[in-house]
């Protein structure tokens, strides 16, 4: 075979290979993407109005739902849940969160929603409803809103036990997230001079606690997180990450 042949079977031979490479790359390309396409949406933007809203409606702004229980729900396990508050909000019940990350936003230009949590009885004992959170991971943002906590006049029992009355909590020894962030953002927080408890609660999880343009009212000091005493430098904790000069 002339060397002209030889190099003509190479040529032909490179091109059938550099065919088949093109072909198999093609298939993989369209198996990637179909891949990529099947792969559910985790992210959900709802909105919610505790005065107009109902939980059989579609979570839109011009079909809100009722609670935010249904919202967090109505987003799958480790997703981010986006809350747009139309209107005040009362919790007399612990929600619970399985959420990645939640963000709560006072959407209603008109009037300043309100988040409120009441005390509530279970199993004998008195609790501040809030929210749980029992997820792998476990951040959640609030933004422009007023938290008012509450009075403990006339509440039976009275509350004992600090952690118990938090507004965001984990769990004691079960389902608990391996770290706990925290942002208030533009958030003003008041409270009865009576109130009993504190913002967050956690038993072994580290917290991460952010406060940007919020307002705390005099005394809120042993009140950012449970069995943190007034005054006490976050510097000297091995388990807080915050921007604040004191807890």
Avoid: H
Avoid at 18 to 40: E, H, R, T
């Amino acid at each position: 075979m002339s060397l002209e042949s030889e190099i003509a079977a190479l040529t032909s031979e490179a091109r059938s290979l550099l065919n088949y490479f093109n072909a198999k790359k093609a298939g993989i390309d369209s198996a990637v993407q179909a891949a990529i396409a099947a792969v559910p949406e985790i992210s959900r933007t709802w909105w919610v109005d505790q005065v107009a809203g109902l939980d059989t409606n579609l979570g839109t702004k011009e079909s809100p739902f009722r609670t935010i229980d249904k919202a967090m729900k109505s987003t799958p396990a480790s997703g981010v849940c986006t809350i747009n508050l139309l209107s005040d909000y009362s919790f007399d019940k612990w929600v619970v969160s399985t959420c990645a990350y939640v963000f709560i936003n006072g959407a209603n230009a008109a009037v300043r929603p309100k988040l409120k949590p009441q005390y509530y009885l279970f199993e004998g004992a008195t609790y501040l409803a809030g929210f749980l959170f029992q997820g792998q991971c476990a951040t959640i943002e609030i933004s422009a809103v007023d938290l008012v906590f509450p009075t403990i006049t006339g509440v039976v029992p009275a509350p004992v036990t600090q952690r118990l009355c938090t507004f965001l909590r984990t769990n004691s020894n079960s389902g608990l997230p391996p770290l706990l962030g925290v942002t208030l953002e533009g958030v003003n927080i008041t409270m009865d001079a009576s109130f009993f408890g504190a913002l967050v609660g956690v038993s072994t999880t580290p917290v991460s606690l952010n406060a940007n343009a919020t307002t705390v009212p005099t005394g809120f000091g042993g009140k950012y997180i449970s069995g943190i005493a007034s005054g006490t430098d976050p510097k000297t904790l091995n388990n807080v990450l915050t921007n604040l000069s004191a807890l």
